[in-house]
């Protein structure tokens, strides 16, 4: 697979999809990578697999799949079994046991305080993930300290919701943003 910078920096917007809700929509717009945020056991091959036949790249997130856990043998199925381009988690040791799985994977952080930025940069400089995704993505103050100092291209979602949530948080230097409002996918 192209370098994930590559593909956000390709793709500034990216359609978060949940469950089969506007997968159609997803499967249609410009962007070429899709982020699959809340699936089930029963629907995810389906989801993943429309998706790729429309010549997406898909990256589940791996926590949001109902009926799974976040262990290492669920990455080892949805590798083998979905055949997902990468998986997103918030979960450190689900990143790492990815990165030795070579999937790409890009770990998602919820910012509420400096604290949790603090440690946000230790387990990004430890996990060494190959994004990170920070929530929500309408901190542009935020974004612009996580991207001087985390070693990974940085992702803003959360709370997108209009083209000033994506303008700003670009701005501030995320390379994508990552939205579930479809109205905003055609950007």
Known sequence: MTKIREILERNPLIPAVRNEDFLEEAAACPSELVFIVMSN????????????????KVFVHIDMVAGLSSENYTVDYLIREIH?????????????????????????????????????????????PD????????????????????????IASGLIATKEDVTRSLNAGAV????????????
């Open 41 to 56: 056991l029963v629907n995810i091959k389906h989801i993943v697999d429309t998706l790729r036949t429309r010549e997406k």
């Open 84 to 128: 997902p381009d990468g998986l997103i988690t918030t979960k450190h040791n689900v990143t790492a046991y990815a990165r030795k799985q070579k999937i790409p994977v890009i770990q998602r952080f919820f910012i509420l305080d400096s604290f949790s930025f603090d440690n946000s940069i230790l387990h990004i400089r430890e996990n060494k």
């Open 131 to 154: 994004a990170v995704e920070v929530l929500p993505g309408v901190i542009p103050g935020v974004i612009t300290r996580m991207t001087k100092l985390a070693p990974a291209p940085v």
């Open 176 to 187: 994508s943003v990552s939205t579930s409002k479809k109205e905003l996918w055609e950007m």
